[in-house]
């Protein structure tokens, strides 16, 4: 299944304690039509606040409906605020987590001189210059296969750091600065300090060059803050 | 001061016993700033989950600070759906609601196969075909000087229900059906009665003609339904 949602309201994707979880909510609408509980499980776990435009899960459950027909039941009985966007059968043994062979994070920025109003929960409003280019020389510095332990939150226990980023581009319309950026998978919070180092490159805190010092120092005190949940969106997830 | 709001959290701008509308937020802030009760008086009163990008008010108070300055720190101070988008020192003797001389409102309707997830406060979802020439038949016999009491809620007291309807527009594009409305006054849920009803002549369901009865016959019940707030924004107020 295909999902979209806008996180605001909720604690991510899956919490450790199970809470008001986007997932919770999917398992509990699937329950009510298969009449027994079914574990869904998801190709990433947002954090609370973040946004799905394409995530992907799979489940297991004898349900006698066409995959079209189950979808609309799934929306009828879903907040409006999560919506499933497609169900298919996978192939047998396709697995949404471990088969996913690149996922693309898209995190929104808004420069204007007013915050915005009516997409308040959408983008991180950022009133001042960024430098695009210094910027876009960063983010080519963060391209390619690294050890990003400099780039993970402090909690997140992982041993193998090494990850490739296969594309982060940057671009500029007008007032909005989008931060698009694809890799093999994601450290915790990995998109949210990459998007803060690179604002603090943007402010002039950080010289391009300053990346291959991050990386290399593994230490996450030296790369940028963590970057706000609200302006980023899982966009897609490839196979 | 020019305000816009997402109505959505609000019971709207103004309210009959005091709650959390937007009004008392604004009046809040002024007091902060001159240390004294400030009355804010608005150019409407919107329903609760109606939205604002342009609603005039008025006040008086004693506050030593250039009006741009006193704009930033009443955003400051003001929820982040609430923004005060301009200040400017009213001439002798303006009245936001009585100097009115028209005000614009646009109505959203999201005709798309999916909820709008994103968007979804801002927009009346239908899912369905509408006849979008027979909706604008219908609205050119709206335009004009006529009786809207048909078209006033039934809670609505006024005795003076002749408004004047200066333009009332319909746009599509790809999903989107957007209606604009020109008026020298609004009687209470006039908005929204219109809308509800140019949309049941898209549905077939009334003639364009059935408008001349309707305005003739006086009699609410002859209307269509009331339309949701959600889709509803204040535009702006013409002086």
């Known amino acids: 299944m295909l999902v979209a949602y806008a996180g605001t309201r909720y604690e991510g994707w899956q919490s450790q304690r199970k809470g008001n979880t986007v997932q919770e ?25 973040v946004h799905a435009e394409g995530l ?22 879903l ?11 996978a192939p047998e043994g396709f697995h949404a987590r471990y ?6 994070y898209r995190y929104q920025i808004w420069t204007g001189r007013e915050r915005p109003l009516f997409e308040a929960p959408y983008w991180l ?3 001042g210059q960024l430098d695009i280019p210094a910027m876009r020389q960063a983010a ?18 992982k041993k193998i750091t ?14 909005k600065v989008i931060i698009r950026i694809e890799a093999d998978g994601f450290l915790t919070h990995m998109v949210r300090i990459i998007v803060g180092t690179l604002i603090d490159v943007g402010r002039g805190r950080k010289a391009p060059a300053d990346i291959d010092r991050i990386l290399l120092s593994k230490d996450r005190r030296q790369a940028g803050p963590t970057s706000k949940a609200l302006g980023l969106f899982l966009e897609k997830v490839r196979y």
């Open 79 to 89: 907040p409006p605020d999560i919506q499933v966007r497609a169900i298919r059968i």
């Open 56 to 77: 992907v899960a799979h489940f297991k459950a004898d349900i006698d409906m066409a995959p079209a027909r189950l979808r609309q039941a799934l929306n009828h009985l």
């Open 99 to 104: 088969g996913a062979r690149s996922k693309v």
């Open 25 to 49: 909510h999917i398992e509990r609408a699937l329950a009510r039509l298969a009449g027994a509980k079914v574990n869904v499980l998801g190709s990433s776990r947002t954090d609370s606040g």
């Open 140 to 157: 080519r510095r963060l391209v390619g296969k690294h050890d990003f332990a400099a780039f993970k939150d402090s909690g997140d226990e």
């Open 162 to 175: 090494v990850r490739t980023v296969k594309a982060l581009r940057i671009r500029k319309e007008a007032q």
């Open 125 to 127: 409003w950022y009133h």
